[in-house]
Structure formats: C-alpha cells, structure tokens
C-alpha cells in the first residue's frame, strides 16, 4: 500500500492502472446539485471511473447504471442513526439495490434540516447485515471534524466494530493533510486497507484525487482494495479552502432543504 499526497498525474497513470475516485457525490445527495450527466462527462474525458456514494441513496447509481452501464461504480455513503458514516462498496448495481431496498429503504428518515440526514440503522446493525453480502466496507474521513469524526466512536466502547470495516479512507479531498495524515496511521495500526477519492460535491474536484491498481474490472479493483494492492494519491486543501467549502456545503444544504419544502407545499 502506498499513498502520495499530490495532485494525479491522470494521463501517465491511467496507462497502466485503473482509476476511481472511490468517494464522489451528486444531486442525489443532499448536499450536492452536481448532475449526473456533468460527472458522466468528465470521467468520460478524464478516462476514470467514480464510485458513487450518495448520501442514505442509491437513485443516482441507478440513473447512472441505465444511462452508462459501467462506468459509474455503485456505493452508498450511510449515515448511521449515531451520526456516523460508512460507506459500502458493491461488486454490482443490482447488489447495491437489492440490498438497499431489504435493509435500508425501511430504515430511511425525511431529510428535515441542515444536520447530516442520518438514517434510523445503527453502525452495529449497519455493519452486522453488510458482513452478510458481498462488498468492500470503508470507514470514511475518520479525523473530519465533529460531528462527522467517528474515530472516536469506533474507538471508545465501539473498537470491536472495526472488525467488520475493510478500509480506510486516508486520502479526502476535503481534509487537512494532518487529518489525512491521522487516518493513514490510524490503517496502518490496525492493519486495514487503504482508499482514497475527493468527497466531490460539485464537479471540480472529480480528478483530484483516486484509488489506483492493477485491475482489469471493478469486481478486481475491489479484491485488489481487500488484498491491499492498491495505491491512494491525491491532493488536500489547505484550511482556508476547507472553511470556503463548509460554507459551500451549507448554503448548498440550505438551497436543497428549501426547494424540498417549497416542493412539498
């Protein structure tokens, strides 16, 4: 495993490896208004792939699948009834829908305000059912600020849990070097995988950072990632940029939460 905090060489490195910015989000989510054809396009032209994790949702995914099978992979970014992340990843769509539908879709709560839209599942629970299936879990942004940090969740009183989760997200665009830096020592103590991608909420970032093998498919590129062949590079923002994109973030969700009143009216 290695991990190089710079900016992608995309060009040179999609000669020989396959790319996924593994952590990527669209209008989907709440959080974001970024389609799904504006992030189509830019893989297309950059030659990556992107593994979409929305928010509680797997709408975008399956827009995606029917409009180009393949080319975006499917994820989910669960947000925990305890505030937490975690974000599985699913060798194929239809794996990704069959178990969304049984276990998340009767857990799923109205988004009602600007907090994280956590979901009525626990992470015990969350973990205990993807343990059943066929996926690759990761832990993401362990060190971001409260509330999203959940290394200290999964260490006080919930270590036990960590046994379930396959990687490590060490490399976020939207995190300081430091916090990045954390959660890479964090993986090597426990000895987990490694992935990396930017937390994109807008288009820009697609590119910025990415998981990288050897695989000739996605279902190679994810026993690749549990095996630990893999390499994660990509760059950080400084803090005045991460303060810039809170900010984005928050008018972003206050934008989204006021179309979804007006639409409910």
Known sequence: MRVYFTKPDVEALRKDYMLVDMHFHSKYSHDSSTPIES?????????????????????????????VPGLIRPGIEVCTSEGKDIIPYF??????????????????????????NASGISAEELLDELR????????PHPFAVPPR??????????RHLLRHIHAFEVVNETMLHKQNLSALGWAM????????????????????AFTVAKSQSWE???DDVKKKRVAVIGEERNLRHQMMNA???????????????????
Request: aromatic share 6%.
């Open 91 to 116: 060798y194929t769509v239809a794996e990704l829908e069959e178990f969304y539908n049984k276990v998340l879709k009767p857990r799923m709560k109205r988004k009602t305000s600007l907090q994280s």
């Open 39 to 67: 992030i189509v396009k830019r893989c297309r032209e950059l030659g990556v792939s992107v593994a979409l994790t929305d928010h509680n949702s797997i709408a975008g995914v399956l827009a995606a699948d029917k409009m």
């Open 247 to 265: 900010t984005n973030l928050l008018r972003e969700k206050a934008r989204v939460l006021k179309n979804l009143r007006m639409g409910g009216r």
């Open 149 to 158: 940090r959940s290394y200290r969740f999964f260490s006080n009183g919930n």
């Open 220 to 222: 190679e590129f994810l």
């Open 189 to 208: 103590q426990f000895d987990k995988a490694i992935v990396g991608g930017s937390d994109g909420h807008h288009i820009k970032p697609l590119g910025t």
């Open 132 to 139: 059943r299936v066929n996926c690759v879990v990761s832990l």
